[in-house]
C-alpha cells in the first residue's frame, strides 16, 4: 500500500511539474513574429555619452584608451556570470546607459533561441548599449540591437566542475534524473551516464554540454563532430574576449584593460554561490568522467583556456598579479564596509527578504548577505546594488517578472 502511494505521489508531482513548465514556456510571445519585423539596424543615440560629454574625455589625448559602452556578454549558465551580471548592472545604471532587457521573466525564453522581439520594449532600429541576461545564442539577431562597434565577452568553466553545479541545480527540473539511486546520484550518473540520460527528456541539456548549448549549438554532438570545431572557431571570432571562471580575478583584470574601466568598476561579491555542503567533491576520476561525457564543452574549454592564458602573458605576469592583489584589497574594502559578518549565509539567515536569492527545486543551497545596518550614507547606495540577486536587481531596472515569479511560487509551494 504504502509503495502505491509513494507512486501516486510520484506521478503526481512529475504531473504538476510538467503543467507548470508547459504554461511557463507557453506563455512566451511566438517568436514566428520576429520574421516580420524590419531587420533595420541599430541608430546609436549619441545624446546621452556621459564619456564624450565628461570633463575628464576633454583632458584625455585622442591617443587613449576610452572606456566601452556598447557591450555584448554572453552569460552562461553556472559560471559565475550572475558575478557579471551585477558588474555590468551597476555601470550601465551609474551611465545611464540603455539596458535591452527581458520581459515577463529573467532570461530571453531560453532555452528558445534568441530573437530580438523578446527585449522589452522592442521596436525595429532601437539600439541598445548593453545585453547581458541570460539566451540561447543567436548572433545575427542579437547583432541587430547593439551598435557596430559593441564588444562581444562570455564566460566558460572547466566542464567538470559546471556539470557537478548543473546536475545539482537544475536536478528538481529534469524528470530523468529523479530516477537514479543512491546517495550519491552525480556518482552513480557518471559510472554509466547512457544508462540514464535521455537525450529527449525534459530539460535534458542541463545535463550534457551546457556551454555548447548556451551559444546555439547541439548538445548532443560529439567530441569529433566537425561542428564542434566550427563553432569554436566561430566564438572565437565574434567574441573578443571569453573569461575563466576557474581564474575569475585574472579574468576581470583582462576586462578591465580590454573595456578601459576603472579598478572600481570591477568590484565585486561572489553571488548565487552554493552551501559548501551541497558541493559534491570531484576525485579524479570523477573529473575525468565528467569532461569525457562533456566532450564538446571540454574541447571549448581547453581551446579558450588556453588563449586565455596566452592574453595573460601578453599583459604581462608580475602586471596581473600586482593587479589581482589591488582588486583583493579594494574588494576586501567594501567587504568591511558592507558585509554584516563579512561572510555569506544561508537563505533562512537574511534578515531582509529583498536580498534572499533565487533557490533551487527543493532545496536551499544558494547563499546571499545581510547588509550592514551602519554603512556611510555615501556606500549605502553601492553597498545594496552590489548585494542585490539577480531577480530583484532586474525588478528594480523596471522588468516585469510576473512569470518567473509565478514559478518561483508554484516552485516552492508545489513542488
Not at 566564438?235 to 575569475?248: P, S, T
Not at 592574453?311 to 589591488?326: I, S
Request: net charge positive; with cysteine.
Amino acid at each position: 500500500m504504502a509503495k502505491h502511494v509513494k507512486r501516486v505521489k510520484r506521478r503526481l508531482i512529475l504531473g504538476t511539474f510538467i503543467m507548470v513548465m508547459g504554461f511557463y514556456f507557453f506563455m512566451a510571445p511566438t517568436l514566428l513574429a520576429t520574421f516580420g519585423v524590419s531587420p533595420a539596424p541599430c541608430v546609436q543615440d549619441t545624446s546621452n555619452n556621459w564619456w564624450n560629454n565628461s570633463p575628464v574625455s576633454k583632458s584625455v589625448s585622442k591617443e587613449a584608451c576610452r572606456p566601452k559602452v556598447n557591450l555584448m556578454f554572453m552569460k552562461t549558465h553556472k559560471t559565475a556570470s550572475s558575478t557579471v551580471l551585477n558588474i555590468l548592472l551597476r555601470f550601465g545604471e551609474k551611465h545611464q546607459l540603455k539596458f535591452a532587457l527581458p520581459d515577463d521573466r529573467n532570461d530571453f525564453f531560453y532555452p528558445s533561441s534568441f530573437f530580438r522581439t523578446q527585449v522589452k520594449g522592442y521596436q525595429p532600429g532601437l539600439c541598445f548599449n548593453i545585453v547581458c541576461n541570460h539566451m540561447r545564442f543567436n548572433a545575427p539577431e542579437v547583432e541587430k540591437l547593439l551598435p557596430a562597434d559593441a564588444f562581444f565577452f562570455t564566460i566558460l568553466r572547466d566542464p567538470a566542475e559546471l556539470f557537478e553545479s548543473s546536475f545539482h541545480y537544475y536536478k528538481g527540473c529534469v524528470p530523468q534524473t529523479w530516477r537514479i539511486p543512491g546517495k550519491n546520484q552525480l556518482k552513480e550518473f557518471l559510472s554509466n551516464p547512457n544508462c540514464y540520460f535521455n537525450p529527449e527528456g525534459i530539460n535534458a541539456f542541463y545535463l550534457k554540454n551546457l556551454q555548447i548549448f548556451d551559444f546555439g549549438l547541439e548538445n548532443n554532438l560529439g567530441v569529433g563532430d566537425p561542428r564542434v570545431q566550427q563553432g569554436i572557431e566561430y566564438i572565437a571570432k565574434r567574441f573578443q574576449l571569453v573569461l575563466i571562471a576557474d581564474h575569475f580575478e585574472e579574468s576581470l583584470i583582462l576586462l578591465k584593460d580590454a573595456l578601459c574601466w576603472q579598478m572600481d568598476d570591477l568590484l565585486y561579491f561572489k553571488l548565487n554561490a552554493r552551501h559548501v555542503m551541497s558541493v559534491s567533491p570531484l576525485d579524479p576520476e570523477l573529473k575525468a568522467k565528467a569532461r569525457e561525457w562533456n566532450g564538446a564543452d571540454w574541447r571549448l574549454y581547453q581551446h579558450f583556456n588556453a588563449t586565455f592564458w596566452a592574453r595573460v602573458e601578453a599583459y604581462g605576469r608580475t602586471r596581473m598579479e600586482e593587479q589581482v592583489k589591488e582588486l583583493r584589497r579594494r574588494n576586501a574594502e567594501v567587504e568591511t564596509i558592507c558585509i554584516d559578518g563579512g561572510v555569506a549565509v544561508e537563505a533562512a539567515d537574511i534578515t531582509d527578504g529583498r536580498m534572499k536569492p533565487w533557490q533551487p527545486i527543493g532545496e536551499a543551497s544558494i547563499l546571499g548577505y545581510n547588509l550592514r545596518t551602519d554603512i556611510d550614507q555615501e556606500y549605502q547606495e553601492l553597498c545594496r546594488k552590489m548585494l542585490t540577486p539577480e531577480i530583484q536587481y532586474l525588478s528594480n531596472l523596471g522588468v516585469n517578472l510576473w512569470k518567473t515569479r509565478l514559478w518561483g511560487w508554484l516552485k516552492d509551494n508545489i513542488l
